[in-house]
């Protein structure tokens, strides 16, 4: 079964750069996309981005100008980078399967338990 | 854009409970539907609009295309008090709508 676990940082400071990675089991990261969302604490679901196994990504336009996520087949996990944070970046981040069936259907298959990155000095 | 309505509802266990997800443009049936519980991840329910996600129990269906999707819950069980969420997979971002708590009444 496929398992996904975030890692990184609880606490990061204003102005400092978020560092995430997703770590995966249980199955290849050398096929479907892989995902990035974030959720404020008692807030709403916003996609963040993905990667394919290429190295290919694709951002919100919202986040763009500060995220890079990237991907490490060798180690089969993902990561997360988000600059310049204030404190509305404050959030549970989760990293998911982009998985798609055979007709070209995609969705969130698989996700990570989620990690709640605190952003304060 | 992805409207969920409503916001929120109160429902006793036994009801039939349907939520609606309206898109702000045409992405034909590519609409997936999650269930979220306090300090979890989602989980999903129904993909392709319609189509149920392996080990989801079969009270739970969905049904819609273009613009305008629900998700229907035919028999509320205590298990299914949660946030409901839909997400749009046509287009990018890949948007989530902004969730329905179903609370018990």
């Known amino acids: 079964q496929l398992q996904l676990q975030e890692s990184g940082p609880g606490l990061v400071k204003p102005s400092e750069t978020l560092s995430l990675n997703c770590s995966v089991s249980g199955g290849s990261i050398t096929t479907y996309y892989w995902s990035w969302i974030r959720q404020p604490p008692g807030g709403e679901l916003e996609w963040i981005g993905y990667v394919y196994r290429t190295g290919s990504t694709t951002y919100n336009p919202s986040l763009k100008s500060r995220v890079t996520i990237s991907i490490d087949t060798s180690k089969n996990q993902f990561s997360l980078e988000l600059r310049s944070v204030t404190a509305a970046d404050t959030a549970v981040y989760y990293c998911a399967r982009d998985y798609s069936d055979s007709r070209g259907y995609y969705y969130f298959d698989s996700w990570g338990q989620g990690t709640l990155v605190t952003v304060s000095s | 854009q992805l409207t969920q309505s409503p916001s929120s509802l109160s429902a006793s266990v036994g009801d039939r409970v349907t939520i609606t997800c309206r898109a702000s443009r045409d992405i034909s049936t590519f609409l997936a539907w999650y269930q979220q519980k306090p300090g979890e991840a989602p989980k999903p329910l129904i993909y ?9 129990p079969s009270r739970f269906s969905g049904s819609g295309s273009g ?9 509320l069980q205590p298990e299914d008090f949660a946030t409901y969420y839909c997400q749009q997979l046509n287009l990018y971002p890949r948007i989530f709508g902004g969730g329905t708590k179903v609370e018990i009444k």
């Open chain 2, 48 to 56: 392709a609009a319609s189509s149920l996600q392996s080990g989801v």
């Open chain 2, 67 to 75: 613009t305008d999707f629900t998700l229907t819950i035919s028999s």
